[in-house]
């Protein structure tokens, strides 16, 4: 994946959360070409920014 500013990747994240709703880290890391892992890191600083939130829904151990 080219270097990318981080508000462009997280602004994409967030877009895909107002299209789809809840969403696991799976399915962003699918629409915006990251590994599940740094999408699973954006999602956790997006979170922290009060930009995204968790609800009590889980699929398996993994909330959304």
């Known amino acids: 994946m080219p270097a990318q500013d981080t508000s462009e990747v997280k602004e994409k994240i967030v877009s895909i959360f107002k299209r789809r709703g809840p ?3 799976v399915h962003v890391s699918q629409e ?3 590994s ?3 999408a699973s ?3 956790s ?3 922290s920014e009060k930009k995204l939130g ?3 829904m889980k ?3 993994t909330p959304i």
């Open 36 to 38: 599940i892992l740094f």
């Open 54 to 56: 968790i609800s009590n």
């Open 41 to 43: 890191v954006f999602l």
């Open 32 to 34: 915006t070409g990251l």
């Open 45 to 47: 600083e997006l979170l």
């Open 59 to 61: 699929v398996g151990n």
């Open 23 to 25: 969403s696991l880290p």
